[in-house]
């Protein structure tokens, strides 16, 4: 499974759009990059999931650059109730085979100042 | 309310003792993943059912660990003679089908913690 590496901790104030980028240097051709969202004594929430280029839904937009060496999750005019733990994972869903587990890694805490 | 829910919330053990955590997964979900969360890392895989067959439990720590789902829905996740580091946060996932692109929904997980 190819590792990702995403900054601890990031602040923000409210109204502004926040950018966390995620490096994973050693992508495999069959990996999708997805983002899950944890708060305080809540299970982590999928956000988002893409595999080139950009994607975006009601929530937020992920960014993929050509090489898909990194990926940025954009989160438009964050609010205070955006404050969480935010996961940047690597894995393979193009291929077939039965479910399989996430593979987290430490997360980014973002915190929205008022 | 259609989401994933686990029992109890929250869990004190003292060293030694037995402990059994409950999850209900959404409704015809097949596949079942259990996860422990230390404080301040990320969820790291313990085992996965699909239907009421465990097909891999790679990620259980120790013989003391047993899961079981005996009728494809209810999850029973038991720790035997609970030590401290056994303290987490006990998270379980369904997803709808058996394969490797469905949506994981999380429970709110079971914060254990061994004395």
């Known amino acids: 499974l190819a590792k990702t590496t995403q900054p601890i901790s990031m602040d923000s104030y409210e109204g502004q759009e926040v950018n966390i980028t995620c490096s994973h240097n050693?992508?495999?051709?069959?990996?999708?990059i997805t983002w899950y969202q944890q708060f305080p004594s809540q299970g982590p929430r999928f956000i988002i999931q893409?595999?080139?280029t950009k994607v975006t839904n009601e929530v937020a937009s992920l960014f993929i650059p050509a090489d898909r060496k990194s990926s940025t999750l954009s989160l438009p005019r964050v609010s205070l109730s955006d404050t969480a733990v935010y996961y940047c994972?690597?894995?393979?869903?193009?291929?077939?085979?039965?479910?399989?587990?996430?593979?987290f890694g430490s997360g980014t805490q973002l915190t929205v100042l008022p | 309310g259609a989401g994933v829910s686990q029992s109890p919330r929250y869990k004190v053990a003292k060293r030694g003792q037995d402990v059994a955590l409950r999850c209900d997964p959404i409704?015809?979900?097949?596949?079942l993943f259990w996860y422990q969360q230390a404080l301040g890392q990320g969820p790291e895989f313990l085992t996965y059912?699909?239907?009421?067959?465990?097909?891999?439990k790679s990620g259980l720590p120790s013989d003391r660990f047993f899961a079981e789902r005996p009728e494809g829905s209810v999850s029973t996740l038991k720790i035997q003679r609970t030590q401290q580091e056994d303290s987490a946060v006990y998270l379980c996932a369904s997803s709808l089908l058996a394969t490797n692109t469905d949506t994981q929904y999380f429970g709110p997980g079971t914060r254990l913690t061994v004395l």
């Open positions: 994972l690597v894995g393979d869903s193009f291929s077939s085979g039965s479910a399989r587990q996430l593979t």
């Open positions: 059912f699909q239907n009421e067959a465990q097909l891999d």
């Open positions: 893409g595999y080139k």
């Open positions: 409704s015809g979900h097949v596949s």
């Open positions: 050693n992508i495999a051709t069959n990996d999708y």
